[in-house]
């Protein structure tokens, strides 16, 4: 298939940890500019540490319908971001098992702005590499009609396996290409079921 800038997706590449000292930009930064590569997307990059997510939810409307929600001002263009893309791509650490609380925030902010679009993931961590905040993000995101995208990337004991140029595993930039060969088809493929006719139900 030949791209085009309309064909392209727009891919949002979210560094879910906020803490400081934080590995996540370091993973985002190295996996976004493989992406940059990739012919299939337009990438952007949503930083949570610049991101005001109030931990309290305004009551939930009767219905929720497009962007009738309410939300702080300064939320806005998030949710702009959010609602434009095509994909997404989530890096997040392992915090007790599960993802940083900011993820959870930014999730629970917004609704039909995941529906029926793809979400990849690249997890770091200790032993487990990360994979078990990624088991409760795909939860959580399926609960919201999107779509896990099965290939992803898993960094265990990050801190030893890194250096100044990304992972040591000389191997990680294939599997990152095919998970986004993966992602950029869903995206396709879901951009067009969008725009061909309504989704049934949904958050």
Same mark, same amino acid.
Request: hydrophobic share 45%; proline share 8%; no cysteine.
């Given at each position: ?30 996996? +976004? ?23 309290? @939810? ?7 319908? $497009? ?11 998030? *949710?702009? &971001? ?30 039909? &702005? !995941? *529906? ?6 690249? /997890?770091?961590?200790? +032993? ?15 609960? @919201?009609?999107?779509? *896990? ?16 140029? $990304?992972?040591?595993?000389?191997? /990680?930039?294939?599997?990152?290409? *095919?998970?986004?060969? &993966?992602?950029?088809? !869903? ?13 049934? $139900?949904? +958050?």
């Amino acid at each position: 298939m030949t791209l085009t800038p309309d064909t392209k997706s727009r891919l949002v590449v979210i560094v879910g940890s906020v803490r400081e000292g934080r590995f996540g930009p370091t993973v985002a930064s190295w996996v +976004a500019d493989i992406a940059r590569k990739h012919p299939g997307f337009d990438v952007e990059v949503l930083d949570l540490a610049d991101v005001d997510l109030p931990l309290a @939810l305004p009551p939930v409307p009767a219905k929720i319908a $497009g962007d009738d929600y309410p939300r702080p001002e300064a939320m806005l263009p998030v *949710t702009a &971001q959010l609602e434009a893309a095509d994909a997404f791509l989530v890096v997040t650490p392992e915090y007790n098992h599960s993802y940083p609380a900011s993820l959870k925030m930014l999730i629970d902010w917004h609704f039909t &702005q !995941w *529906t029926a679009k793809p979400v990849a993931f690249v /997890s770091y961590g200790g +032993a487990a590499g990360g994979r078990h905040a990624v088991l409760h993000l795909e939860n959580v995101l399926t609960e @919201l009609h999107a779509v *896990t995208i099965r290939d992803g990337l898993s960094f265990p004991n990050y801190f030893f396996t890194w250096g100044e140029d $990304g992972p040591s595993d000389e191997r /990680s930039e294939t599997y990152a290409v *095919t998970m986004l060969d &993966q992602l950029a088809w !869903w995206s396709r493929a879901l951009r067009a079921a969008r725009a061909a006719e309504p989704y049934p $139900g949904g +958050a």
